[in-house]
């Protein structure tokens, strides 16, 4: 049967034209992709990795050149997109979670489309979906049984292996049975290594897995706000995270990758979980606050650590600036005086006032919140807020159901 569509098919009914503006406006949707900001930031994490603009790209452009000629994409056309699921699976992500991912994505994109159309467009709806179901089922059947064929691997059991180990570890387990592979026990010591995700460059974090996977005897861990990595800690050095830096190539990188690894020690299995929620909350702080580091520990970021780990108080505290909502001159002028260190005339020079405007300023901002930016315990509390509000803004999450439990 003839690929293409007949004469008498919808391109009849509704011109090529039409399609090609659904083409244009997917496109758009993709190109314009931020997971921080709405509508994106209701896709789940996993899928929105570094990985998902070029894959969702390539989805809609085989989609719609099966919609509009009626071109089947071949096997060598999918390729990428099931290399990708692959991966993913081989880092952690169950199948459910990649199937469903593909379902999330597609409904996604016709939620945003839908809207745009006009009402004389709608008579295309029914063909897109039909096709859309078809092209769908296509893709899942091909993942699947690339999946099927990889479970025959003999390498499929090292990595089964490997996740179990993982998630015993860090959910203060201890591994034992088929998981552990006699000729190759898990290290003594790790540095655990939590990635969390900003707005990286396409490819940047599959490299970045490759790296780190490819660090003998490192284990990965798969969660829902990025993933882990086990690095074996060796007992000769007492400075694992600059090792850690060297061995990824992660040194004087510019600009900034937009990922961020918070690090914590475990000297013994023991000391694993502790470790890991500790890291968890330096990745995330350090990806709130855009920090320039890319590897991050505890002991460089003590005052926002404790800020991040005070919960109900965090609230708080950031609800203390709500006063400056309305008065963004004074919100901009209270960052560049923290900025630059408390002075005056580097503030009047950064903002182009006077200097004198700069004390105004800071004596109104004193007035409407009630905390003296001149005075050591007012600033202190500002500087505390203004974390603080940071942090809520974007999304601090620190949530115990992201680690293991305990078995």
Request: aromatic share 6%; charged share 25%.
């Amino acid at each position: 049967m003839d690929n293409r569509i007949v004469a008498d098919q919808v391109l009849v009914v509704e011109p090529a034209a039409t399609l090609e503006l659904l083409r244009a406006r997917a496109a758009t949707l993709a190109g314009e992709f931020s997971g921080e900001v709405a509508p994106y930031d209701t896709l789940p994490h996993s899928l929105r990795d570094a990985d998902f603009v070029p894959s969702a790209k390539l989805n809609l452009e085989l989609f719609f050149r099966y919609l509009i000629e009626q071109v089947e994409p071949s096997v060598e056309d999918t390729q990428p997109l099931i290399d990708r699921a692959v991966t993913l699976v081989h880092d952690g992500m169950g199948l459910t979670e990649v199937l469903t991912n593909y379902r999330v994505g597609a409904a996604f994109f016709w939620s945003q489309l839908i809207p745009l159309m006009d009402r004389d467009e709608y008579r295309v709806v029914p063909e897109v979906g039909l096709r859309l179901t078809e092209y769908m089922g296509l893709i899942m059947a091909r993942i699947a049984t690339a999946l099927v064929e990889d479970a025959r691997q003999p390498r499929w059991d090292v990595l089964e292996r490997q996740h179990e180990v993982a998630d015993a570890l860090l959910s203060g387990r201890e591994p034992g049975g088929w998981a552990v592979d006699p000729e190759s026990p898990p290290a003594p010591a790790f540095l655990i290594a939590v990635v969390r995700l900003g707005e990286p460059t396409p490819g940047t974090l599959t490299r970045l897995r490759s790296r780190i996977a490819h660090l003998p005897g490192t284990l990965l861990h798969r969660d829902s706000g990025g993933w882990t990595a086990l690095v074996p800690m060796p007992s000769d050095t007492d400075d694992p995270e600059r090792l850690l830096l060297d061995a990824l190539v992660l040194r004087d990188i510019q600009p900034h990758p937009q990922f961020w690894i918070g690090v914590a020690p475990a000297p013994a299995h023991a000391a694993i979980p502790a470790a890991y929620a500790e890291a968890q909350i330096v990745a995330e702080v350090a990806r709130c606050l855009q920090l320039p580091e890319i590897v991050c520990r505890q002991q460089d970021m003590m005052f926002e650590f404790a800020i991040a780990t005070t919960g109900s108080t965090r609230r708080t505290l950031a609800a203390l600036l709500d006063p400056l909502d309305d008065q963004p001159m004074l919100a901009q002028t209270l960052d560049a005086f923290i900025d630059n260190q408390f002075n005056h005339n580097a503030v009047a020079r950064t903002l182009f006032i006077h200097r004198n405007t700069v004390t105004y300023r800071l004596t109104r901002i004193a007035d409407l919140t009630g905390y003296d930016p001149l005075h050591p315990s007012g600033i202190s509390t500002l500087m505390a807020a203004r974390t603080a509000r940071r942090l809520e803004s974007k999304s601090f999450q620190h949530d115990a159901e992201r680690r293991p439990r305990a078995g």
